[in-house]
Nanobody, 123 residues
């Protein structure tokens, strides 16, 4: 029942930084594991990062480890994706998603999705 809205996307130069935000409505945000996924044109949606309900644990795709950081602020009903040193291959539509029961990289486990925000990394 949670509604998710992403923001913060845009054009960024390689080596710069960008911070994505996902705002959730309602009073049950802390009941969901949250994840970030992305989809580039002609490609399948892929996992980027996930954070547990309390924010105590995180998971990152190998392709973004050391560069991206996921975090959440349950008091603000917001999850973040800090993108440092983005690369052109990071260009995609980024989606946030919520999972009621499972924490991980499998998109099938996430029942709630935002509309996506475009991130374009130029070289």
């Amino acid at each position: 029942q949670v509604q998710l809205v992403e923001s913060g996307g845009g054009l960024v130069q390689a080596g710069g930084s960008l911070r994505l935000l996902c705002a959730a409505s309602g009073r049950t945000f802390s009941s969901y594991h949250m994840g970030w996924f992305r989809q580039a044109p002609g490609k399948e949606r892929e996992f980027v990062a996930a954070v547990t309900k309390s924010g105590g644990s995180t998971m990152l795709a190998d392709s973004v480890k050391g560069r991206f950081t996921i975090s959440r602020d349950n008091a603000k009903n917001t999850v973040y994706l800090q993108m440092n040193s983005p690369k052109p291959e990071d260009t995609a539509v980024y989606y946030c998603a919520g999972s009621q029961f499972y924490f991980g990289a499998t998109s099938q486990h996430y029942a709630y999705w935002g509309q996506g925000t475009q991130v374009t990394v130029s070289s």
